[in-house]
């Protein structure tokens, strides 16, 4: 159940020496595994076996963020580019959903999600992605749709070899690129340091053989996490991570990207206390800078040059803590808090006139306090019972003269700050016996309205080809949640279904204004953000992992969501029903894996954002490994070719008429020490 | 206890002075204002000075008069004024020509810091074949002939406008020196030409207001017609969603609903 409930997807090295893994075997088999997440799983970065589990999210060693989460059954991905694709939840995105890395909020300093925050980390940088849509889905924060959160890989301590590492490259045909890894780590029995850096770089990538201009981009990462052992049940951790993207086109907009540079550092302490009520407690204290920047200037029919730049930094601090309350009950307790300042701007440059300029985002400081609580109560042996609930306090206000005055054109007021209370609040049991579990969470859920929606002046949305305007009048969008999930698990076979529905108020999306200019040359209309009585979203998800022959296994997950409006027409930019399908034959040195992937027509469309259907696709992948030993280390070739049949596809949630990536040969090597 | 009083008192006797000052006249009544015309009245010992917000430019105008003791320097505090801007033309042919432009009165009762305001509306610059000066009675019955010097104007501020009928308006916009990103005081006064030397304010006319980024194409949104509000003042709002070149179009009505002039507009560059 868990499988589906709140996943731990092991990432970086071989991660776990189980054969046949569920995530969740990271935890102890007691009723109360949801917090396994939040311990600390010290994972030894050493490959023995094979672990198809692993190997079916991240099917590369040089896998992007986004291709691991395009794997999780409740994920989708909206993309405008080659680059940096937008997380979707069941049909949730943007500030729907919760984003956050290893507890720290972060946000995109693009006005048009060109930089969701997942686009700023590196797999390699991660221990696990968390995924979680009801049950604890507010834990790091208010919202409506579920949340990820993106868990950094830590130093390991007192680790047999001083300095281990692993090196891995791999090189595409199609795009012409190259994907670098590196990762070391030197673990003293008291101090550890571990680092991780990686190399990408991508030309224009090739689809029925035609070279699909701007879907090339280069970024550099680099994460550093050190690690001291205060004493033997107290840890200070630091982590510093440097992200920076350029020369990425954006194939789907008017516009490229220049740079885009994110700094993400936190300090962290935690202690394991003797105490034995007290499981952990965490405290940490982070702080992020990101600036973006829009490129028009290699774009051939630009009518008029601009410049687009965007910051976004945010300084938080979380404290967090479970109790043993007695032998029934775990209570955790999480206080966080953060403050985000925005700012948004856009230049034009007229010829032979003077330039123009706005606030696209007017210097928007966004600060929030919450408070999370959620207890397990072990019921019986078969039988738990979960609530939890955050309350947030949360602010929003416009801190310049510019930014204020900019928004009379409107008649807004926009002298106060905007405060608001967000309520989210989940319950739900769990029921185990023997191999089947299932659960039912019923959930409430709030979630702050963002930038865009409150501010956003004149942002051209390239998808439906409007100018988009805030409304600071509107009301924060709401959520009544139900999910249920079943499973059965075995030592072969493990399958796990997910039901939900959420029944959405105030759903917000933008009306046309006719009387509105439009400020985007081309545009179709200005839209202002207003609301909707409300919309649902309900769907499925299924998860199989069964063992067919020994040494052969199939992993698959199939999803399914639906969105209507009050109307019932159907809502923007819902994925079709989609399979993903893995068979992995391993055997000693060598490894097979082919993939599948399939999704149906979309044909429900919104006429609303001008939405075109979009027909079915089916794809194949097929990738080998064979690995032997050097000494003690271990060396590993890996070939693959993507998209065997050349199919010219594109996804429902794929903007602009773009065609994704034709047959690809990829590939490449790694060495582990 | 005593020594926090103390400290306390000690850090608000600064307050007790900046707030004593600003309850005072200000000792320079012109600070910020720059000179823009000066002469003697010598039967009367005073001088004469003309102070405006900014140098003088084509379009309207605010003026501020002020007598001065010529020997002490004192402001007189208890002159009144009267303005007439004039304007010498020499033709070709060295035949001189002189006429007036519209302009507001200096109005006594307005006085403040010893500064009594007036207002001028000039229709064209200072130049090599025309120059203004200032006609200007002291306590009506000391006339000076004060010269000034008018500078075409940066931005446009000045509409001539004509009927059917050959009547004459003059549209001037009053200066905002100040334009922002958002909602901006637009004001218009509004005179109309009987002869060279007359001009009367205009109270019942209607203006329609349509800003457009004409490198742009677009316009802004929820703007507020000028509408009259006294002695041939129109004020509104106009609103800018970004800074750089605006071109304000006016469709100005009399009170038949005839328009009066054709495109008729104002550029403004922020």
């Known amino acids: ?673 | 206890m005593k020594n926090l009083t103390k400290y306390l008192v000690i850090a608000i006797i600064p307050f007790l002075f900046t707030s004593c000052e600003k309850s005072e006249e200000s000792p320079n009544p012109t600070i910020n204002k720059i000179k823009v015309g000066e002469a003697m009245i010598t039967d009367a010992n005073t001088k004469l000075q003309i102070w405006a917000d900014a140098d003088l430019n084509t379009g309207y105008n605010k003026l501020y008069l002020i007598a001065l003791d010529a020997t002490t320097n004192e402001p007189k505090s208890d002159a009144t004024f009267a303005i007439k801007p004039m304007m010498t033309m020499t033709m070709t042919g060295g035949m001189t020509m002189t006429h007036s432009s519209p302009f507001e009165q200096a109005d006594a009762a307005a006085k403040k810091n010893n500064l009594t305001p007036a207002a001028a509306v000039f229709t064209m610059p200072t130049s090599d074949s025309g120059f203004w000066k200032m006609e200007v009675t002291l306590n009506n019955n000391k006339k000076a002939i004060i010269p000034i010097k008018v500078e075409e104007s940066k931005q446009s501020r000045l509409i001539m406008a004509s009927t059917a009928d050959k009547t004459n308006y003059i549209v001037a916009l009053l200066p905002n020196p100040a334009y922002k990103i958002g909602a901006n005081d637009f004001e218009l006064q509004i005179s109309r030409k009987i002869d060279a030397n007359t001009y009367t304010p205009v109270n019942d006319f209607t203006v329609e207001m349509t800003p457009e980024m004409p490198d742009m194409g677009h316009g802004s949104p929820n703007n507020v017609n000028p509408t009259f509000v006294a002695n041939g003042h129109y004020k509104g709002k106009v609103n800018f969603t970004m800074s750089g070149y605006w071109k304000v179009n006016l469709k100005i009505k009399d009170a038949s609903g005839t328009t009066i002039g054709e495109d008729t507009f104002f550029k403004i560059t922020f």
């Not at chain 1, 940096?84 to 959903?97: K, L, T």
């Not at chain 1, 909020?105 to 980390?121: E, Q």
């Not at chain 1, 009801?134 to 959160?149: C, E, H, R, T």
């Not at chain 1, 029925?208 to 879907?215: C, D």
């Open chain 1, 1 to 673: 159940m868990e499988f589906s409930k709140f996943i731990a997807i092991g990432l970086g090295l071989g991660l776990l020496a189980f054969g046949n893994v569920s995530a969740q075997e990271c935890c102890p088999t007691d009723s109360i595994y949801k917090h396994c997440n939040l311990q600390e799983v010290v994972i030894t970065e050493k490959v023995s076996g094979d672990n198809a589990l692993l190997k079916f999210y991240k099917s590369t060693k040089t896998s992007s963020t986004e291709d691991v989460l395009s794997r999780l059954a409740a994920v989708n991905l909206i993309r405008r580019g080659n680059y940096a694709m937008e997380p979707v939840i069941r049909g949730f995105s943007a500030s729907q959903i919760g984003l956050t890395l290893d507890g720290i909020k972060i946000f995109g300093a693009c006005t048009d999600h060109m930089d969701p925050p997942t686009s700023y980390v590196e797999p390699s940088n991660l221990k696990s992605i968390q995924l979680a849509t009801s049950a604890g889905a507010s834990k790091f924060g208010s919202n409506i749709g579920g949340s990820l959160n993106l868990q950094l890989a830590q130093a390991q301590l007192g680790t047999e070899k001083t300095v281990s590492g692993m090196f891995t490259s791999s090189y595409s045909l199609a795009s012409q690129s190259t994907n670098n890894v590196l990762e070391l780590n030197y673990g003293a029995k008291r101090f550890g340091i571990r680092f991780s850096g990686v190399y990408r770089k991508s030309g224009n990538y090739l689809a029925n053989r035609q070279e699909v201009p701007f879907t090339q981009y280069q970024k550099l990462n680099f994460s550093v996490n050190s690690k001291y052992m205060l004493s033997d049940n107290s840890f200070l951790s630091l982590d510093v991570l440097a992200d920076d993207g350029w020369n990425i086109g954006y194939a789907a907009l008017p516009m490229d990207v220049s740079s885009a540079k994110a700094r993400i550092y936190a300090l962290s302490y935690k202690v394991f206390p003797k105490n034995k009520a007290f499981t952990y407690f965490e405290t940490k204290v982070y702080g992020n800078n990101i600036i973006h920047s829009m490129d028009d200037t290699k774009r051939p029919l630009t009518p008029m040059h601009m410049d687009m730049p965007g910051w976004s930094d945010t300084y938080g601090a979380y404290t967090e803590t479970a109790i043993t309350l007695n032998s029934k009950n775990l209570l955790t307790i999480r206080t966080d808090g953060y403050t985000n300042l925005t700012r948004a701007e856009m230049t034009m440059y007229p010829q032979n006139s003077a330039p123009m300029f706005m606030l696209t985002w007017p210097d928007v400081r966004n600060t929030t306090i919450g408070l999370y609580l959620n207890n397990d109560y072990l019921l019986n042996k078969k039988f738990t019972i979960n609530l939890n609930g955050r309350l947030d306090y949360s602010s929003s206000k416009i801190t310049s003269e510019i930014g204020r005055t900019q928004l009379e054109v409107f008649n807004y007021k926009v002298d106060n700050a905007r405060i608001k209370l967000l309520k989210n609040i989940n319950g739900g049991t769990t029921y185990k016996s023997g191999n089947f579990h299932s659960s039912i969470n019923i959930g409430y859920s709030e979630r702050p309205s963002s930038t865009n929606e409150l501010y956003g002046f004149y942002l051209f949305n390239a998808y439906d080809g409007y100018d988009y305007i805030g409304n600071p009048n509107i009301k924060d969008e709401r959520s009544f949640n139900m999910e249920l999930n079943a499973g059965y698990k075995t030592k072969f076979t493990d399958i796990t279904v997910a039901l939900f529905n959420n029944e959405i108020q105030n759903y917000t999306l933008g009306k046309y204004h006719p009387e509105l200019s439009v400020m985007t040359i081309g545009a179709n209309g200005v839209k202002v953000y207003e609301q909707i009585a409300h919309a649902n979203l309900k769907g499925f998800e299924i998860g199989l992992s069964t063992v067919l022959l020994k040494n052969l296994q199939l992993i698959s997950n199939a999803r399914y969501t639906k969105g209507t409006d009050n109307d019932n027409n159907p809502l923007p930019l819902i994925s079709p029903f989609k399979l993903t399908s893995s068979v992995r034959y391993a055997k000693s040195k060598f490894s097979l894996q082919a993939e599948n992937i399939w999704a149906t027509a979309q044909n429900k469309v919104s006429t609303m954002v001008n939405e075109k259907t979009t027909p079915a696709y089916t794809l194949f992948n097929l990738r080998g490994t064979y690995a032997f030993k050097v000494k003690q280390n271990k060396l590993e070739l890996n070939a693959g070719v993507e998209n065997l049949f050349d199919t010219y596809y594109q996804d429902h949630l794929d903007w602009g008429n773009i065609p994704r990536p034709g047959r690809n040969v990829m590939m490449g090597l790694s060495y582990v020490f």
